[in-house]
T-cell receptor
């Protein structure tokens, strides 16, 4: 099956810093999504981004499908950004998302 | 408010017992999913359903069963055949298969 690799696995930032999270995948994909899981376990969909660039406030994402990677940018980080960020991809239409192991982010005051 | 409701939040299973996790959505979504999350790991797909009365096995279906009798409901049964059931279980739904996914708040299952 498809391999989804996220880096770095862990990241500690001071409040106000910027960061870039990376997702590499081993095959062509129809669908790519980024999620944030808060410390209480709730997963929130950040972006549906099979290709191109999207922005939502301090977060933006870029997927370069031809080179099989996606990047999630977090600017001016806040303590509420802490949690785990997951990248998930779909290979075959009508199947389901395959998740990476996530990047665990801690933002300190 | 529209959303996905999972219950219970915490569940304990005795050895040899079957337990059922509830998942209800009022988003009018066709597709529903069950994922398992172990500590420090990503999510692994157990079962998914794209339409009522139809469902498919995911990567780790052994020891689990599901039903999809109503569009809004997709319960997951963890059977006694699942020897390592302790995990965080997440239900999700989407308008069409693997379109933007929305998740419930999860059920933590532990073995007594």
């Amino acid at each position: 099956g498809i391999q989804v690799e996220q880096s770095p696995p862990d990241l500690i930032l001071q409040e106000g810093a910027n960061s870039t999270l990376r997702c590499n995948f081993s095959d062509s994909v129809n669908n790519l999504q980024w999620f944030h899981q808060n410390p209480w376990g709730q997963l929130i969909n950040l972006f549906y981004i099979p290709s191109g660039t999207k922005q939502n406030g301090r977060l933006s994402a870029t997927t370069v499908a031809t080179e099989r990677y996606s990047l999630l940018y977090i600017s001016s980080s806040q303590t509420t950004d802490s949690g785990v960020y997951f990248c998930a991809v779909e290979v075959d239409s009508g199947y389901a998302l395959n998740f990476g192991k996530g990047t665990s982010l801690l933002v300190t005051p | 408010d529209g959303g996905i409701t999972q219950s219970p939040k915490y569940l304990f299973r005795k050895e040899g017992q079957n337990v059922t996790l509830s998942c209800e959505q009022n988003l009018n979504h066709d597709a529903m999913y069950w994922y398992r999350q172990d500590p420090g790991q990503g999510l692994r797909l157990i079962y998914y359903s794209q339409i009522v009365n139809d469902f498919q096995k995911g990567d780790i279906a052994e020891g689990y069963s599901v039903s999809r009798e109503k569009k809004e409901s997709f319960p997951l049964t963890v059977t006694s055949a699942q020897k390592n059931p302790t995990a965080f279980y997440l239900c999700a739904s989407s308008n069409r298969a693997a379109e933007k996914l929305f998740f419930g708040s999860g059920t933590q299952l532990s073995v007594l």
